[in-house]
């Protein structure tokens, strides 16, 4: 269970002052501030064989995300993604109607496509080769050259290899006026008493640019309460901005209440909500806003075990019904929804602590209706980090970014890169998401984010061998077929190996490639978190080999980025693995062995 303690410096470390203000209007700093509660050491994975929609219909559908190369300057490349299948054991790709090539796993990457065209893909599903069980809803891809400067962001440390060469407006866009907002926990002297609590704080520009804003005006304090998960949002049809908040009279998280208000820009705030919404407990809470301006209330409730959509009114202040309660009995975290194409997609972390948990998402048509059960997506630590929030992103093309935290500096062996967002991209098709990590980001104000590959997947798909057996039949393919979801298969060392046996993996690239990256996606036992030690070695003849990366004093759990800085080309990788520990108690883990995926990226030579 996580302390109060720990509760309160992690809500602290995902307040945001102010969303947008003195920040580039694309930056993955703009998080909107999420609460996270206890871990749970017990793994519940739902998964399901496709997506049902409100009629009863199946479908299953694929995505398409349109990718650069490092060193690339056009976006020619596609990724499709789609959900495995219970039924099938081989997947054929088609693009236009001709079969590009076969997969095991649930992704596929098409590479080197003309510029300035549109492409169809779909995806067959077989059973023991010949069997055809199923054919994907198709979805198309463009390619394109972008123009116009970016901002490169790095998701290996959170930090910016490029901020562009102009100043950019930050806050909201008022009228002739941009306005940024803030909430701070502040000591403030009353009646020559000294008392701590939250003020809200409001600053104006006329340019939005940096050192442009004017002092900030205090509107409202409140002393000796709490206040957690604080979001600033405008409604365009009363010209106000909502603040929206949990709120506790004190200290604990007993009164579990709701804080909504509605600010008057150089005006006053109004207080709509200051308690349970309709009577029910509320701790993690976002608001969600329709296509016709109607906002929703997301709370998670019934102690943290359920998930409520309350339909707010004009003002967005009051919830004046409940509209379904979703995810009964689940514990999710940073509820999210998000529109595309008339569907709704709700996003949620699971509670974990500091350490990384498996997003899942569920979709429907009809907040109040049927929802599908949640359905993994992105990887099983997604990436190293915990879901925060989901965003559209760009004026011309709708692309979605996936901010997560990456909460290194709280980790019992501390990541020295400390806490930052991890950034994914996602896509969607009929009730069907993908979410995928690049290394690198660039956001373009007119295409939003443009996602970077350091390199072609040199390793997808490409064989595996062992020196031991995997447990229950698992073979090492399973490594490079790139399904890395909690529930994918992953190979863990059989209790028949014999004793002393090397846990060892030669992967066959089929050609010598510069390897620029390599990615390690490992097993995660909530609140027994164990990091492997093991070295990465590079050969040409599978003979002889070099030391790539040595990771035996490894610390990391759930998803590695490891940059290779040799540019000899190899055709052979070797993992060898030494040890699984728990982060914890420093005690050997093996029982938690499992590697999902290892993805090596470069160019072929």
């Not at 909107?32 to 509660?37: T, V, Y």
């Not at 976006?75 to 076969?102: P, S």
């Not at 052979?572 to 499992?594: E, F, I, K, Q």
Request: with cysteine; charged share 20%.
């Amino acid at each position: 269970m996580m302390n109060l303690k720990n509760q309160q410096i992690k809500s602290s470390l995902l307040l945001v002052s102010a969303l947008f203000f003195s920040l580039p209007c694309f930056s993955p700093f703009s998080l909107i501030a999420a609460e996270h509660n206890n871990p749970s050491t017990n793994a519940i994975t739902h998964t399901a064989t496709v997506a049902e929609d409100n009629s009863g219909i199946n479908i299953w559908a694929i995505t398409t995300t349109e990718f650069k190369l490092t060193g690339e300057k056009d976006v020619r490349n596609v990724k499709i993604n789609w959900m495995q299948r219970e039924d099938a054991n081989l997947y054929k790709i088609y693009r236009d109607g001709k079969l590009i090539g076969e997969a095991k796993g649930d992704t596929y990457d098409d590479y080197d496509l003309p510029v300035g065209k549109t492409y169809t893909y779909h995806i067959e599903a077989y059973k023991d080769g010949n069997n055809k069980v199923a054919t994907t809803a198709s979805q198309t891809a463009t390619t394109f050259a972008p123009t116009g400067e970016v901002e490169v962001y790095d998701n290996i440390n959170g930090k910016y290899i490029a901020k562009g060469s102009a100043d950019k407006p930050g806050g909201m866009k008022i009228g002739n006026l941009y306005f940024s907002y803030k909430m701070e926990n502040i000591d403030k002297v009353i009646d020559e008493k000294t008392l701590k609590g939250w003020a809200i704080f409001e600053s104006y520009s006329q340019t939005g640019l940096k050192d442009s804003w004017s002092t900030p005006r205090e509107l409202a304090f409140y002393p000796n309460v709490k206040f957690e998960g604080i979001a600033f949002r405008y409604n365009k049809k009363t010209n106000k901005v909502v603040l929206s908040a949990h709120y506790e009279d004190g200290p604990g998280y007993t009164a579990a209440k709701i804080y909504l208000a509605q600010i008057t820009p150089k005006g006053t705030v109004e207080v709509g909500t200051m308690e349970r919404p309709l009577g029910h407990d509320s701790r993690d809470q976002s608001l969600f806003v329709d296509d016709d301006n109607t906002a929703y209330l997301l709370s998670a409730t019934n102690t943290n075990s359920d998930i409520n959509i309350y339909k707010l009114d004009e003002s967005w202040t009051k919830p004046v019904s409940l509209v379904n309660t979703i995810c009964k009995g689940e514990h999710r975290e940073t509820p999210a929804i998000i529109k595309k194409d008339g569907e709704y997609y709700f996003f949620s972390s699971k509670a974990s602590g500091w350490y990384p948990s498996q997003t899942m998402y569920a979709s429907t048509t009809d907040l109040g209706g049927a929802w599908t059960s949640l359905r993994e997506i992105g990887n099983n630590s997604t990436f190293g980090a915990q879901f925060n929030n989901i965003r559209r992103i760009g004026t011309d093309k709708s692309t979605y970014g996936v901010w997560s935290y990456h909460w290194g500096a709280q980790y019992h062996h501390k990541d020295p890169d400390g806490n930052f967002p991890r950034v994914s991209v996602a896509s969607f098709n009929q009730g069907y998401a993908s979410m995928d990590y690049y290394r690198y980001l660039e956001f373009d104000e007119k295409y939003g984010i443009i996602p970077v590959q350091n390199g072609k997947n040199l390793t997808l798909n490409m064989p595996v061998t062992s020196q031991v057996s995997g447990a229950k039949g698992v073979k090492a393919d399973c490594i490079t077929d790139g399904a890395d979801l909690n529930s994918s298969d992953f190979f863990q060392k059989s209790s028949n190996s014999p004793v002393g046996a090397p846990h060892l993996f030669v992967v066959d690239m089929q050609k010598n490639a510069k390897i620029s990256e390599i990615n390690l996606s490992t097993r995660l036992v909530n609140g027994s978190e164990a990091a492997y030690k093991y070295t990465v070695e590079g050969s040409q003849d599978g003979k002889s080999y070099k030391m790539l990366i040595d990771g035996r004093t490894n610390w990391q759990v759930g998803f590695q980025i490891l940059p290779i800085e040799d540019a000899t080309p190899y055709r052979y990788l070797r993992l060898r693995v030494y040890g699984v520990v728990n982060v914890h108690t420093n005690n050997s883990a093996m029982w938690a062995d499992g590697i999902y995926e290892f993805a090596a990226f470069g160019m072929p030579q």
